[in-house]
């Protein structure tokens, strides 16, 4: 591929996360798109129970019982002379540490708010990420089709909770039942909710008037979504591009997704502002710059059992530069191992489709036996590429976990290794004992566990609850296996490091103060 023919195809590129707390409609705004952009013929959502139809990017079946996302989807689809990525992420807190890793490998975020709610704790959480990263954010306010609260109140909401500056592209005529429509002032049109004629939308003339008059004009709630729109023109935030590249402002659209209402509107505004593949830096202090000749990338997440038929596992890839071409040969920079990429996918909603080719802000699925770890970073070339660390948590809960029928030890200790390497939840061995221990975020990472480990590798398991624990790592240099307690307990992590899991923060004073010169942290 020539520099001009791959700058132009990372041009047409857009990737992005959607990032909401749990219900807000994250999934169902997802399924939308991907509707728009012809790779599912019809939308099926996480409420449609009885019909069997869910949403295509939940595709485990414990997320499909419960009706939330407990893992990163990647779908991808063409739309207006666009390639577009989307990262369907986790809204449950117990799963953010995937949420944060998956919100690397992205060029900008959809942030989905329940109107009736406005922003809850976990949009918050996801936020801050997204701030400290400056990474461009779109707000849509969901549920429209319900009651809800005053789009006053949800825009300063933005300000005073978040700190980001809002810019409403369009305003809500009505709200639940008396939901008229949308007032698009950016568009100069008026987009009809339930439209009796031919047409969905009303244009508007220079002044903000309906261009042809209309019955609505006469409409009180019409009148009132009008006022409110011109009062922001004129004391309100001004659109500022700029501002919304850096995640300074927000562009703040109005709709409903389970009633695909205002759903298009938001998809074609944000490819007009949302930024193409930018560079990602290294940990030798450099930026590689996606239209870069050689190719490189790094591994966000490691998924098993996808399709349960294969027991396959992926490893996802956030391509940063050059081309990816099937069978090319690539470095992986943790081991200095060459590995040939023969058996790639990419995923189209429900679907999956060998890639041949791939450029920056594609996300490529590497079928993987185990050579891969989050946070790889593979490359061409001779010089080596190391991408900046990914965020991992230090779990809190903890639980010993053992195989109920001893007898199927080796399906038990496939699933628990290929469920570690994840990253959903972390391994520990006691070191007097060899006990497994696992530790979470949150508890229903150990849910998801035991589900997937019965259905998934045939292996039901017991866990005995450690309640809340405080990992520190200890310097093996330092390491006396009799300092060890029933109120400090000695493990290993899965890479050999010693730890102490602390029962609370007294334990943990009580022990620096009888080892005072012993160097506990709390990351490895």
Known sequence: MSEKTLASAVDKRRTFAIISHPDAGKTTITEQLLLFGGVVREAGTVKARKSGNFAKSDWMEIEQKRGISVTSSVMQFDYQGKRINIL???GHEDFSEDTYRTLMAVDSAVMVIDSAKGIEPQTKKLFQICKMRGIPIFTFMNKLDRDGREPMDLIAELEDVLGIEGYPMNWPIGMGKELKGLYDRYHQRVALYRPTGDTQY??????GEL?????????GLYQEARDNMLLIEEAGNQFDADKIASGDQTPVFFGSALANFGVKTFLETYLEYAPKPASHHTQEDKDIAPTDDEFSGFVFKIQANMNPKHRDRIAFVRVCSGEFDRGMDVIQERTG?????SNVTE?????RENVEKAVAGDIIGLYDTG?????DSIYTGKQTVKFEKLPQFTPELFVRVAAKNVMKQKSFHKGINQLVQEGAVQLYTSYSTGDYILGAVGQLQFEVFQFRMQNEYNSEVIMEPMGKKTARWINPDQLDERMSSSR?????????APLFLFENRFAERWFKDKYPDVELTSKL
């Not at 191992?337 to 990429?341: A, C, E, Q």
């Not at 995923?347 to 679907?351: E, G, Q, S, V």
Request: glycine share 8%.
């Open 211 to 219: 261009a042809d008059g209309n019955d609505l004009e006469d409409d």
């Open 488 to 496: 400090n307990l000695l493990v290993k992590d899965s890479q050999g």
């Open 88 to 90: 369907d992420t986790p």
């Open 337 to 341: 191992k060459k590995l040939r990429l």
């Open 347 to 351: 995923f189209m909603a429900d679907t």
């Open 371 to 375: 050579n891969f770890q989050i946070g």
């Open 202 to 207: 009303l244009p508007l003339n220079e002044d």
